[in-house]
C-alpha cells in the first residue's frame, strides 16, 4: 500500500483510504512537518509542526516506531501532558 502522505511544491496530499485507523503519519513541506492521525471514527487530526529544533530531530527518524518514541520523550522534556 502507498504511504497516504506525498507532498510536492504545491502542497500536502492524503490519501485517506490508505490510512490506518490510530497510526500517525507525517510528511516534511516546506521546512515544516505535517502530522495527520485517522481516529476510530475516521476522522482526520492534522498537526503542523515549526519549531526548527523539533523538526530537525523528526527528518531524523527513520521509521514511525522513532517518530513516536521522539514524541513521548518531547512531551516528558517539556512536561507536557498528553
Known sequence: MDYPLTANEDGV???PENMEREHLYHCLFKNKV????KDS???????EIEEKG???QIKK???DDELEKLFED???EQDLKN
Not at 505535517?34 to 492521525?37: A, D, E, K, M
Not at 471514527?41 to 498537526?47: A, E, H, M, R, S
Open 13 to 15: 496530499n492524503i490519501k
Open 61 to 63: 527518524c527513520n521509521n
Open 54 to 56: 523539533l523538526v530537525e
Open 34 to 37: 505535517i502530522l495527520l492521525f
Open 74 to 76: 518531547y512531551l516528558k
Open 41 to 47: 471514527q475516521d476522522f482526520l487530526n492534522c498537526y
